[in-house]
């Protein structure tokens, strides 16, 4: 086994909600010691109330949740925040009803965020969703900052957004497929995943979470709809990429995300249920020392009935931290510790 025992909380409790739902946390470790959580919450998802929020926690105690985005009476999603090398903490989210025309906004934070600035779009007239579409921003080793991203209109479509110039402007890679039919019809009827609606019609693969072996050597994994993690490889610091091949693990058709740690272990959090729009428990960490040709289970992070989903995984040395949706009513979180060998 790599990690240790880890030790589990609740960043707020339920009752914090007053009912309504939350989903999608996104996690980073800041300079300034803290770590900032973000993720949407509104009366059910995708619909004009839902808004972004977040807390900090500092010293091992996480502050009251606050509203950290409310641009328009549409509905927002999928909340990122990434620091930059010169120590500005962006906030990357969507923004639209319609997941196909969504936008994403950013807002900047001069204090680890603490307050963030007025919202731009972060491509200017874009609508389908550049920069990240869920999972954490890496840093490259040749510095330039690389989201996954993916589109849901037709055949689900991912790609890699790259910047060179701390996020003023992104260069979209080619185009990520894998070969499904798809015809608009509803892929999951009956399910009781609490859902969009439109999410339903379509096939492919979507949200990628990134990592890099070795300089130019970036990876990806992706969520699909056929009940197996699909992974793409680049040798171009993620500019082009190989098609996209399944792997061994399965996948329920919802968020995956990997972390690199320091000495090159792979962490991979997910619901290890092969069908498509499958139930959403339990949820595992899994790690790989070969660069994920093979995985060994780490550690059960839930299995009782309810939903554990769209986890975000970082590193800081030996220490690891995860957030993921719990069961819609809060964010959970875990430290773990990596073992001395």
Known sequence: MYLGEGKKELIFEPAFLKGNICHASNICLMDSGAIGAVWFAGKKEGTEDVSIWKSLC????????????????????????????????????????????????????????????EAKELVPGDRGGR????CKMITLSDGSMLAGTST??????????????????????????????????????????QVSEQS???????????????????????????????????????????????????????GIDVVRCSDGVLILCMNPVGENWGKRTPLVLLSSSDNGA??????????????????????DGKKLYVSYTFDRKSIAFWRFLRKEV
């Open 294 to 315: 093979s995985w060994q289970e780490e550690a059960v992070l839930e299995d009782t009935d309810g939903e554990y989903s769209y986890p975000s995984i970082i590193a």
């Open 58 to 117: 500092r010293d091992g105690k996480w502050s009251i949740p606050q509203m950290a985005a409310h641009d328009a009476k549409e509905a927002h999603w999928n909340p990122v925040l990434y620091q930059r090398q010169d120590g500005k903490v962006l906030l990357l989210y969507k923004v639209g009803n319609r997941i196909s025309r969504w936008y994403t906004n950013c807002r900047i934070s001069e204090d680890y965020g603490e307050t963030f600035g």
């Open 152 to 193: 849901e209109e037709g055949i689900w479509t991912a790609y890699a957004d790259r910047s060179e110039d701390g996020g003023k402007s992104f260069h979209l890679s080619d185009p990520i497929r894998i070969e499904v039919a798809y015809g608009g019809e509803n892929t999951a009827a009956g399910s009781t995943v």
């Open 200 to 254: 339903f019609y379509g096939r492919g693969v979507i949200q990628p979470t990134l990592w890099e072996s070795s300089p130019g050597k970036v990876h990806m994994l992706l969520r699909s709809s056929e009940g197996r993690i699909y992974r793409a490889d680049s040798e171009d610091y993620g500019k082009s990429w190989g098609s996209a091949y399944p792997t061994k693990l399965p996948n329920n058709n919802s």
């Open 131 to 134: 920069g990240p579409v869920r």
